[in-house]
């Protein structure tokens, strides 16, 4: 009987000391959690950094020059067919209204507003495919407002 009774209480000293060392205080539990989330968000914030830095491609000296040389054209073609509408805007015998003549200037803005931003670019390189992708799109919406500046869609 007395075995049993000292494996009993040898027992329960074993037990009842594993539950009072595994056991955390809730104050120990919110710190511990918070530590992880902190850990969590800064894995989260390097791992953004990495993508931005890579997505974050600036244009090699071939494109640059490709691009540079395309957009020139196109700018000039848009410099030249500004010039026909003012030449046509001033042609005795015609008479345009107001809004011709602002849409002419609004896309002569638009033009040099293009021709600036690649200058930017040239001294200030930021994400190579975001300036390209937005500076195609607006340089194909200007060609297209351009032939459609005479255009009446008043109807």
Same mark, same amino acid.
């Given at each position: 009987?007395?075995?049993?009774?000292?494996?009993?209480?040898?027992?329960?000293?074993?037990?009842?000391?594993?539950?009072?060392?595994?056991? &955390?205080?809730?104050?120990?539990? !919110?710190? %511990? @959690?918070?530590?992880?989330?902190? /850990?969590? +968000?800064?894995?989260? =914030?390097?791992?953004?950094?990495?993508?931005?830095a890579e997505a974050m &491609?600036?244009?090699?000296?071939? !494109?640059? %020059? @490709?691009?540079?040389?395309?957009? /020139?054209? +196109?700018?000039?073609? =848009?410099?030249?067919?500004?010039?026909?509408?003012?030449?046509?805007?001033?042609?005795?015998?015609?008479?345009?209204?107001?809004?011709?003549?602002?849409?002419?200037?609004?896309?002569?803005?638009? =033009?040099?507003?293009?021709?600036?931003?690649?200058?930017?670019?040239?001294?200030?390189?930021?994400?190579?495919?975001?300036?390209?992708?937005?500076?195609?799109?607006?340089?194909?919406?200007?060609?297209?407002?351009?032939?459609?500046?005479?255009?009446?869609?008043?109807?």
């Amino acid at each position: 009987m007395n075995k049993t009774i000292i494996t009993i209480a040898v027992a329960s000293m074993l037990t009842a000391g594993s539950v009072f060392t595994s056991c &955390k205080s809730p104050a120990q539990k !919110e710190d %511990a @959690a918070q530590a992880e989330v902190q /850990d969590a +968000k800064q894995d989260l =914030n390097e791992a953004q950094n990495d993508a931005n830095a890579e997505a974050m &491609k600036v244009a090699t000296a071939e !494109e640059w %020059a @490709a691009f540079t040389s395309d957009a /020139d054209l +196109k700018i000039e073609s =848009n410099n030249v067919r500004i010039a026909e509408l003012k030449v046509k805007m001033n042609k005795p015998g015609v008479i345009l209204d107001p809004v011709y003549k602002q849409r002419i200037g609004t896309l002569e803005q638009q =033009n040099k507003d293009l021709r600036d931003r690649m200058d930017a670019y040239d001294k200030n390189h930021s994400d190579w495919e975001t300036f390209k992708r937005e500076f195609n799109h607006d340089m194909d919406e200007l060609g297209q407002a351009l032939k459609d500046v005479t255009v009446d869609n008043k109807n």
